[in-house]
């Protein structure tokens, strides 16, 4: 397997624009996260889905911040209109579905999002 | 609730010498243990977990961690450093309730050579 697969890995965006950040999962992972890292807050978890349902959205920022998962082979995070404090690097890592043990979680490379 | 405390801000080792990134844990009921590690521009990639059983465990690239629970520490070691394995260590504990790792900042480790 490839392993999870995200694009693009660098974005460089004017403030009020539309970025869209695409993630392919590990075939077979049932559980799908988005992160994202910056210096002063580290590494926070934005939304997760299980089975394409999303399970908890608590950590998205704002309304600007939206996710999808049409399919268990695809999801996006949506950013409109961007600002430059959601400069950063988002990630998407994904799972199996924990059964008597957790699984680990299989991180992409991370798309550098930088918003001007 | 589960957290982690890992205390030291840098970690700085002579390459060849032993390399231990500290980790202490407060959990509640069994703990879940995972270490990550991020490389310089890189995803995170797993190293080890505990889950139950033996108190050493043995990850990737020659790193292994000791689960003590008197102490209730998960302490990364390794051998003897390499200049590669200067990246971010990432202690992070599992909230089976969520199915959530939750991460933090990491603790910094430059390996000089």
């Known amino acids: 397997d490839a392993g999870v697969i995200q694009s693009p890995r660098h974005e460089v965006t004017e403030m009020g624009q539309e970025v869209t950040l695409r993630c392919k999962p590990i075939?077979?992972?049932?559980?799908l996260f988005w992160y994202r890292q910056t210096m002063m807050r580290g590494l926070e978890l934005l939304i997760y889905?299980?089975?394409?349902?999303?399970?908890?959205d608590s950590g998205m920022p704002e309304d600007r911040f939206s996710a999808k998962m049409p399919n268990a082979s695809f999801s996006t995070l949506k950013i409109q209109p961007s600002e430059p404090r959601d400069s950063a690097v988002y990630f998407c890592?994904?799972?199996?579905?924990?059964?008597?043990?957790?699984?680990?979680?299989?991180f992409g490379p991370g798309t550098r999002l930088t918003v001007t | 609730a589960q957290s982690v405390a890992q205390p030291e801000d840098q970690v700085n080792v002579a390459e060849g010498n032993p390399l231990t990134v500290k980790c202490t844990y407060s959990?509640?009921?069994?703990?879940?243990l995972f270490w990550y590690v991020q490389y310089p521009n890189r995803g995170l990639q797993f190293l080890l977990k505990?889950?139950?059983?033996?108190?050493l465990v043995k990850g990737s690239y020659g790193f292994e961690a000791e689960f003590n629970k008197s102490q209730t520490s998960f302490h990364l070691k390794k051998p003897s450093a390499l200049v590669s394995d200067s990246a971010l260590y990432f202690c992070?504990?599992?909230?089976?309730?969520?199915?959530?790792?939750?991460f933090g900042k990491g603790n910094q480790v430059v390996v000089i050579p």
């Open positions: 890592a994904s799972s199996l579905e924990p059964g008597p043990v957790p699984y680990e979680q299989y």
């Open positions: 075939s077979g992972h049932d559980y």
């Open positions: 889905f299980n089975n394409n349902v999303p399970i908890d």
């Open positions: 959990v509640s009921g069994n703990p879940y």
């Open positions: 505990y889950i139950t059983g033996d108190n």
């Open positions: 992070v504990p599992f909230n089976y309730g969520n199915n959530r790792l939750a």
